[in-house]
């Protein structure tokens, strides 16, 4: 190739060790730009059979003339790390591990991933062929569109970066030279634009040593969840409430890592969202005035530690210091709570 052949046999080394490419140290300089071009890659393909990195299309392999080593990867494919193997089929987790796992060593914008997220989620209980008649019929049959693209992506990429996945920012110059030269493009600087993912998997050797993310799912089944929602009367554990209930971890899952249904609190929109990924106590704070509120908080904490589960040291510094606001709250209005108030916790 013409953009190879300008090169010193020097400079296509260090190509292919950038690419991890082998096999061209005894070869000339001829030789290693055949092992750069497409065809040496179709030759791989056609030999090696069947295989998950062979079934590929070649224009989710080749991009802007950077030819990836295809022989490498298949050799050695089964001994790296699949997004896919670590996320549930039929989850939105999944469809983002199926963009990555297909472009293995290949930056991707994050535009183009919430691109291909969005659009395997809409398709998702598409039957092909299909033919869309106007751009209403598509907006009709195309209803299964994710919520928060950005925010997904983030839970994602929190969970699963210890396995190689690397998230990075263009350089302030890079994004001012390209704002000035494209100023009448309002959308061209966004962040969707400058941030750039990759996914280099690491071995299954170094995976072993990795704590796996727990399911966030406490009950596996539908009777499973019915059955918990109705043991708690069909209300929110801490304020009562009966609007748009949710199953919650009480200690933060994103922390803890635990999956277990002893773990199970039923909150609502509102209790949830302030529960967050925080200590339960955060959620007292806000509802200092209520006692009926406080005092169900007290009662979760005390059954989840009797089931073994204490709270870490930062979540129990954090529970410390929410007690004694809320006390000072009290004190300052001329009604202290009673020194049993927090019996068992402080």
């Not at 998702?124 to 994710?146: E, G």
């Not at 919650?248 to 994103?254: E, K």
């Not at 922390?255 to 949830?272: G, H, S």
């Not at 006390?327 to 020194?339: A, E, K, R, S, V």
Request: include cysteine; hydrophobic fraction near 35%.
């Amino acid at each position: 190739m013409d953009v190879y052949s300008k090169k010193t046999r020097d400079e296509l080394i260090a190509i292919c060790k950038e690419r991890k490419i082998k096999g061209y140290s005894s070869m000339k300089k001829d030789e290693i730009i055949q092992l750069l071009t497409p065809t040496q890659i179709n030759s791989i393909l056609d030999n090696t059979g069947t295989s998950s990195i062979a079934t590929l299309k070649m224009n989710e392999i080749i991009s802007d003339n950077a030819i990836y080593s295809i022989k490498d990867s298949i050799d050695s494919y089964d001994s790296y790390v699949s997004l896919i193997d670590l996320t549930k089929l039929g989850t939105q987790f999944r469809r983002i591990a199926e963009v990555f796992d297909t472009h293995l060593h290949m930056p991707i914008s994050k535009r183009e991933v919430e691109k291909r997220f969005a659009v395997s989620e809409m398709f998702d209980k598409i039957m092909f062929p299909i033919t869309f008649t106007s751009l209403q019929d598509a907006i009709d049959k195309l209803d299964n569109a994710p919520g928060d693209l950005q925010r997904q992506l983030r839970s994602f990429f929190k969970i699963f970066a210890k396995y190689g996945l690397h998230k990075e920012e263009k350089k302030k110059k890079e994004k001012k030279k390209k704002a000035k030269k494209t100023k009448d493009d309002s959308d061209s600087d966004s962040d969707s634009d400058n941030i750039m993912y990759t996914f280099n998997p690491i071995s299954k050797s170094e995976c072993e040593a990795i704590v796996h993310p727990a399911l966030r799912n406490i009950f596996k089944n539908k009777v499973d969840r019915i059955g918990f929602i109705q043991s708690k009367g069909g209300k929110c554990q801490l304020c009562t409430s009966t609007e748009r209930l949710a199953i919650d971890h009480w200690r933060a899952h994103s922390v803890y890592n635990i999956d277990d249904p002893k773990l199970a609190v039923l909150l609502c929109e509102k209790c949830n969202n302030t529960h967050h990924n925080f200590d339960a106590s955060h959620c007292i704070k806000k509802n200092k005035d209520l006692l009926s509120y406080l005092r169900n908080w007290i009662k979760i904490e005390k059954e989840i530690r009797g089931y073994g589960f204490q709270p870490n040291e930062v979540d129990l510094n954090t529970q410390r210091e929410s007690m004694v606001y809320v006390n000072n709250h009290y004190c300052q209005n001329g009604l202290p709570l009673p020194d049993s108030f927090w019996e068992g916790l402080l």
